[in-house]
């Protein structure tokens, strides 16, 4: 283990307490109101994914591109984005991302009629392009906002900062589904991404006049191979993640991508370490990584995502689907966790500074747990408090585990390293959240073809081969096609609900086993101007 070692960070100026992007609370607000689009947007859609299946008639697997190609975007282009920040200055990104980011979102609410106009290309695929697009701009301000952040506040108050950004990210996160069902019943699923809109032009408008732009004063150019390098091994290591399932874990495809990973990323490392050595720029310090708490708290960052977003993406199936519910009383459904998270969130920063990461985090994961247990056991009938009792505690599970990574990574780097230490929280979440997906996908599809013929009994023998491959798909969605016999549309129903129930157990063990990873995290509390321990 190498000898701990003191780097001393570049002293952050006092933050005025009036004048253009001189008070740190407006500089909270301003940079909120731009993630929180990217946060709505990534709860919004399982709840219009229905919608925008039977509008479209896109395929499970065209809905998961809608969500994996968004992911995608993110996992290989933020810790570039990050180092944008860094050299050109946060402010700066921060609004381009924001303009780029509404921007494309009204795109994706007009992409049946600009497809259109575009020989060859269909609806669905539009919208996929588009959800890629939104998803690079979306890289380009979430670690450039989280940078502001940890420049604006002192040290001792970014705990402060923190639980409250969790409160607001947490609420705009949770309330996406309520948001999205309102729209979705009342107007169309379209409405859910052009809102983007007018939240965009209210974000540009503080953010130029509120947020005071900074970039660090020692670097000079950016390292292109490092971001090949980087951007190659992320897009195969998705990419794989996303794919798998169709190739198969043991094909040679599947393989190919895995070795092309290993190697990019092994060259991504010597050519890094090559360059720290030689005093050049590179693209990730792997100094940062000496701070056993950094990375510790981007393996939590990617396993608690992987755990939740994996999870929670079959829930708008179910309440829809099996339920039967209209998407706003589906969006209803998930009031506690909005409910949970305004109180849990500040709580949460309190509570990790008070009592440290290690307990509150831990406890946080256990609590999750076992909400992911609750939900595992949720029947076909739930009524509101059997399903809003997991989500509240959900809300109070995670707030404890968002809040104390993000203060972990991006806390406990050197200020100067900021946009980086951003864009590595910002792409464990991503890439955790790409594989719970996918995989936990895999498991419910799984489960779900070994259990749909056993609920059918002998009328399995008489549908044709194509057909029961049909009702899998439909059961993936737990929706049975209409005009069924009711055995049949109970067994879907029926199918779905044990593959549910699979992938939240998953989930349940994933978050026990995070809960122990806590136990080593070491984050001590700086203040400001203290030195960054990196080691």
């Known amino acids: 283990m190498a000898h701990a070692k003191a780097v001393d960070a570049p002293p952050s100026p006092r933050p005025a307490k009036t004048g253009a992007g001189g008070n740190p609370w407006l500089v909270l607000l301003s940079v909120s109101l731009g993630v929180i689009m990217v946060m709505l947007d990534g709860t919004v859609v399982g709840i219009a994914n ?12 065209d ?9 995608l975007a993110l996992a290989v282009f933020l810790i570039t984005a990050g180092k944008l920040g860094d050299l050109f200055g946060h402010k700066r990104v921060f609004l381009i991302g924001v303009g780029g980011f509404a921007l494309s979102s009204v795109g994706i609410g007009l992409s049946a009629e600009v497809s259109d106009i575009i020989p060859g290309v269909s609806p669905v695929g539009m919208l996929i392009g ?16 989280l940078a502001l952040l940890r420049t604006a506040f002192p040290g001792e108050k970014l705990n402060q900062a923190m639980g409250a950004w969790g409160a607001i990210i947490g609420l705009s996160s949770a309330a996406g589904p309520i948001v999205g069902g309102v729209l979705v019943e009342q107007a169309s699923w379209e409405t859910v991404f052009f809102i983007n809109a007018p939240v965009g032009v209210v974000a540009l408008a503080m953010g130029i006049f509120l947020i005071k732009d900074n970039r660090s004063q020692t670097m000079a150019r950016i390292d292109w191979l490092g971001v090949l390098l980087l951007s190659g091994a992320m897009f195969s290591l998705v990419w794989t993640i996303i794919k798998a399932p169709e190739w198969g874990w043991g094909d040679s495809t599947t393989l190919t991508f895995i070795a092309v990973f290993a190697v990019l990323i092994a060259l991504f490392i010597f050519w890094q370490s090559t360059m ?10 792997l100094s940062l990584f000496r701070n056993a708490s950094i990375s510790i708290g981007t393996v939590l960052m990617m396993m608690v995502a992987f755990a939740m977003f994996g999870a929670m993406f079959f829930l708008g199936f179910f309440f829809q689907g099996v339920h039967g519910l209209s998407p706003l009383e589906a969006g209803l459904r998930m009031l506690p966790m909005s409910a949970g998270m305004i109180v849990a969130s500040p709580l949460a920063g309190m509570a990790i500074g008070r009592l440290g990461p290690k307990i509150t985090m831990a406890a946080g994961l256990l609590i999750t747990a076992f909400s992911m247990f609750l939900m595992s056991r949720l029947s076909i009938d739930a009524s509101f408090i059997e399903s809003g009792i997991p989500f509240v505690l959900l809300a109070f599970g995670m707030s404890p585990v968002f809040v104390g990574a993000t203060e972990i990574i991006v806390g406990n780097a050197p200020e100067r390293l900021t946009g980086v230490a951003g864009g590595v929280q910002q792409s464990a979440m991503q890439v955790g959240g790409a594989l719970g997906t996918a995989i936990l996908g895999a498991v419910m599809a ?3 073809s070994d259990k749909l013929a056993g609920y059918l009994g002998p009328a399995a ?6 057909q029961l491959t049909a009702l ?27 593959g549910m129930h699979l992938a939240f157990i998953v989930s349940t063990c994933i978050a026990v086993l995070t809960a122990a ?12 101007g203290a030195p960054v321990h990196m080691g």
Not at 517 to 528: D, I, P
């Open 130 to 145: 588009l959800r890629v697009l939104q998803g690079l701009f979306g890289a380009l301000l979430q670690p450039a906002a």
């Open 472 to 498: 899998e798909k439909a059961a993936a969605f737990g929706a049975a096609p209409p005009g069924l016999p009711q055995q049949i549309g109970d067994a879907v129903h029926n199918s779905f609900m044990d």
């Open 50 to 61: 229905p919608s925008i299946q039977a509008d479209l008639k896109a395929s499970l697997s």
């Open 517 to 528: 990873l806590t136990l080593f995290v070491k984050a001590g509390r700086k203040t400001e």
């Open 461 to 466: 023998q008489a549908i044709p081969p194509a």
């Open 446 to 448: 799984g489960e779900i």
């Open 63 to 71: 809905l998961q591109w809608v969500t994996s190609g968004y992911l």
């Open 276 to 285: 720290q050595k030689r005093g050049g720029q590179p693209l990730v310090p």
